[in-house]
Structures are given as C-alpha cells and as structure tokens.
Nanobody, 120 residues
Framework: EVQLVESGGGLVQPGGSLRLSCAASGFTFRTYAMSWVRQAPGKGLEWVSGITSSGTTAYVDSVKGRFTISRDNTKNTLYLQMNSLKPEDTAVYFC??????????????WGEGTRVIVSS
C-alpha cells in the first residue's frame, strides 16, 4: 500500500523558513518522480514543484528562487525547503507520487497534507 506522510508545517512569520518532509512507503521510491502541490484557503490545487528520480527539478514561477525541492532515495523521503515565505504561501501542502519518472505525468497518490501559515 502506497503511503505518503507529510510533516514540518506550522506557523511562520513573513520572511521565515520551513522545511517540509514527506515519508514514502509501499513503492520503489527511487524510481518515481515526486511533487509538492498546495491548496490555499478557498482556492484550487496548485502544483508547486517536482523532482525526478535523478534529481531534475521544476518549480512554479511564484516560488522560484525561494523554494528548493530535494529527495533522499536512501531514506525514501521528499523535502521542500521554503525560504523567504510570504503570506500568499499559506496553504495545505501535499506530497504526491507521479505515475512514472516524469514530472509531467499524472499524479495518482497523495498524502493528507501539512498546513503552512505565513502570518505576523
């Protein structure tokens, strides 16, 4: 059974940093692309960043230069380092598994999310 468990969310002031983690199990983590997706209050899902098994990354324009996605294939864990956080980054952040090792491929498993609140 595929399981994705996010952690690391919380309340942070504007300009602050957080690191999200996603512990994966139930599949061969190192062979699949993974992504972070977020949902702000009252809005739809927004893809944030993705990474292939070899470490090729992609980001939505609004987080480029502030967020860094990474993975540790030995620990089956996905990360999202978020710096210079803004109030508009407030959202529930979900970890997602892609159907193949391509970030453009569909996502078919999701975690339950971790909430990030950026506020003074």
């Amino acid at each position: 059974e595929v399981q994705l468990v996010e952690s690391g969310g919380g309340l942070v002031q504007p300009g602050g940093s957080l690191r999200l983690s996603c512990a994966a199990s139930g599949f061969t983590f190192r062979t699949y692309a993974m992504s972070w997706v977020r949902q702000a209050p009252g809005k739809g899902l927004e893809w944030v960043s993705g990474i292939t098994s070899s470490g090729t990354t992609a980001y939505v324009d609004s987080v480029k230069g502030r967020f860094t996605i990474s993975r540790d294939n030995t620990k089956n864990t996905l990360y999202l380092q978020m710096n210079s956080l803004k109030p508009e980054d407030t959202a529930v952040y979900f970890c997602a598994k892609h159907q193949t090792n391509v970030v453009a491929a569909g996502m078919h498993y999701w975690g339950e999310g971790t909430r990030v609140i950026v506020s003074s």
